[in-house]
């Protein structure tokens, strides 16, 4: 059964290694493995269980407790009888059986509100359970971004370099043919260092954003590993709501908030758990009891008989029952302390979950302002872009007919290639803290 188990579990372990080698992953393949493998969601789980088991063990703690327990002992030399009371010189044995149960009846609500509590406990740990989950949707959405932005890095510099060497080789039959100076060509080849290097560049930055992801989602780094590019769609310019508008929604989803007020009011609930101890504690008894001698006999003293164990069990049974009630008086201030901590606990809760609501208040207010500065940045490199492009046309026209040097050819280039650059950086900028918005209105985040 072992090996059998072994065997299932490298199995699947090596479709799991097959998968990171082979596969080219999209965003949401991306965002269930690492929801899954994720070892702060994980843990996160692991410790609601024991609320769990908490929970289970304070409703338990209503019902019954049940014991049995049995005796037997051996009597050597000068004894006292136990079915006579009187000493005798005798080796014997004795066997003893009882059964045993208690019951709670009363103690100042503490199994209720100990019930409550854990319940509450529980709640605010499935609730730490989406937090956890929704820290690594943010994390494996910036990574996914970064790869997809240094993709098209990738690709323009590519671009530059393509046509930097195209310049080359026309610069190169403009010098042969003795219309520009064979200084243009120089210049020329060193812009196309400058691009391969750049394409380099961006080559190592893609290879890092492709690790940084890999190891978000606890795969294997292996160097076939790709993604899904989707046609992500050109960003709007509308902001429909205000960040007010959008922190009243997100205090209502999500989970950090839920999970502070959960345990505000556990902590509350545990002062009164404490200030139960204060009552007086009922419990109701019961038990059955027997014995057996081995040296017993029933009969006359003169003409004693053989008393079987199972007659002699049967006949010294007895049952008792009974209420037994503690009333506290003095407890060297133990239950005070203990609703004193409780009254500390609750107000640092409090403050706990107050201090959670100015953080996601504030965190929405820059997000908000960084969506807004990013659209600004956006469309303004976008006009960026359009004039450069517009002024690199027209100079390489000059160019290739002799009008201008090749500084005043390459200066345009460089402008246009940043311009570029400036305007995919502020897209994906943009799209992030406009998915980050999204998030905190309860939206799924798709690309």
Request: charged share 20%; aromatic share 8%.
């Amino acid at each position: 059964m072992v090996k059998r188990f072994c065997s299932i579990v490298l199995v699947l372990l090596s479709v799991q290694v097959v998968r990171a080698q082979k596969s080219v992953w999209t965003f949401q393949e991306c965002l269930d493995t690492a929801i899954q493998r994720n070892i702060s969601v994980n843990q996160t789980r692991l410790s609601n269980e024991i609320n769990k088991i908490d929970l289970k063990q304070s409703k338990a703690n209503r019902i019954p407790g049940l014991s049995a327990n049995a005796n037997e002992g051996l009597s050597f030399g000068r004894s006292i009888d136990p079915t006579t009371n009187q000493y005798v010189q005798e080796d014997y044995n004795s066997t003893s059986f009882s059964v045993n149960g208690n019951i709670n009846l009363f103690n100042g609500f503490q199994n209720n509100r100990t019930i409550l509590q854990n319940k509450l406990n529980m709640d605010a740990g499935m609730s730490d359970i989406e937090k956890a989950k929704n820290d690594v949707i943010l994390n494996i959405t910036t990574a996914y971004l970064q790869v997809l932005l240094s993709y098209e890095i990738l690709d323009a510099s590519k671009s530059q370099a393509q046509s930097t060497l195209t310049q080359v080789d026309r610069t190169q039959k403009m010098v042969s043919a003795g219309k520009v100076p064979e200084l243009n060509l120089y210049q020329i080849q060193s812009q196309l260092a400058t691009d391969n290097l750049s394409v380099v560049n961006a080559q190592s930055n893609l290879d890092l954003a492709r690790v940084t992801l890999m190891q978000l989602m606890e795969v294997p780094v292996v160097d076939s590993f790709d993604v899904v590019k989707p046609d992500l769609s050109e960003p709007s310019g509308a902001l429909l709501q205000s960040n007010t508008d959008i922190y009243k929604k997100a205090l209502a989803i999500m989970p950090e908030i839920a999970s502070a007020s959960i345990r505000t009011n556990s902590a509350l609930l545990g002062i009164k758990i404490y200030e139960g101890a204060r009552w007086p504690k009922l419990n109701l008894n019961a038990g059955v009891n027997s014995d057996y001698v081995s040296r017993a006999s029933k009969g006359t003293f003169q003409n004693p008989e053989p008393y079987p164990f199972q007659e002699q069990v049967w006949d010294n049974l007895s049952q008792s029952i009974g209420l037994s009630l503690a009333i506290p008086i003095y407890s060297n201030r133990q239950i005070k302390s203990n609703i004193e901590r409780a009254k500390i606990n609750a107000l640092t809760t409090q403050l706990n979950e107050q201090n959670t609501r100015n953080l996601l208040r504030k965190a929405i207010e820059q997000a908000y302002t960084d969506l807004r500065n990013s659209l600004k940045k956006y469309e303004a490199t976008k006009d960026q872009y359009t004039a450069a492009e517009v002024s690199y046309k027209g100079i390489e026209k000059k160019y290739n007919v002799g009008m201008v040097t090749a500084i005043d050819f390459l200066v345009e280039k460089n402008n246009f290639a940043q311009a570029q650059s400036n305007v995919i950086q502020s897209k994906y900028n943009y799209i992030f803290k406009s998915k980050v918005l999204d998030f905190y209105q309860g939206n799924t985040i798709k690309l």
